[in-house]
């Protein structure tokens, strides 16, 4: 593989804490036997059918979101629900399972694995923030969804508050939000 392809892959790798799909690396110009070769060698894993990560690449805390957006294969996901109030820092939520939203279309044979939580739903593009270039819901589509799926109205009601004092949401929407959401 040419140095600058490699040097080209790495700097998009780089954006995307490390993570890098097949087809992103096609893209460059690399090969799939390429990649497997670079697999041998130690300087990729792959992580799921067609996610692979650079293993010198430091390690984040946020790396898991990025790879589960990269689960799906050539549908991105975009990270919703209580995994999207926790990226946006707006809630103590602390969801066991990463959640994901993929195209209500969308199919696969793989098995969904256990530390990801899949949601069909068709995500406009209106409704998808970006978090250090990860795909997620906007702050106002993670809380009702999150109160559509039955999350606390506790945590509900701090999302909301704390996605106010933080200037995510404007009051207009905040007042909606809780007037629809939060109605007792």
Not at 7 to 35: D, H, I, K, M, S
Not at 79 to 91: D, F, M, P, Q, Y
Not at 158 to 184: C, D, F, H, N
Request: net charge positive; charged share 20%; glycine share 8%.
């Amino acid at each position: 593989m040419p140095g600058q392809t490699y040097l080209n892959l790495f700097e998009l790798a780089a954006e995307q804490f490390g993570y890098f799909t097949a087809a992103q690396a096609r893209a460059w110009g690399v090969e799939p036997n390429a990649l497997v070769m670079m697999e041998r060698r130690g300087t990729l894993e792959r992580l799921s059918h067609g996610v692979y990560r650079f293993v010198h690449f430091p390690t984040s805390p946020l790396g898991q979101y990025m790879e589960a957006s990269f689960w799906p294969g050539a549908t991105r996901a975009v990270i919703s629900h209580e995994s999207a109030l926790a990226l946006h820092g707006v809630s103590d939520v602390s969801p066991a399972r990463i959640h994901l939203s993929v195209p209500r279309k969308w199919r696969t044979h793989r098995s969904v694995p256990r530390h990801l939580a899949l949601h069909r739903a068709d995500v406009p593009p209106a409704e998808v923030d970006s978090v250090e270039g990860i795909p997620v819901t906007t702050l106002e589509r993670a809380i009702t969804d999150c109160a559509r799926a039955h999350l606390g109205p506790d945590l509900i009601g701090q999302a909301i508050e704390e996605g106010r004092q933080a200037g995510r949401l404007s009051r207009s929407v905040a007042a909606r939000l809780k007037s629809t959401l939060l109605a007792a």
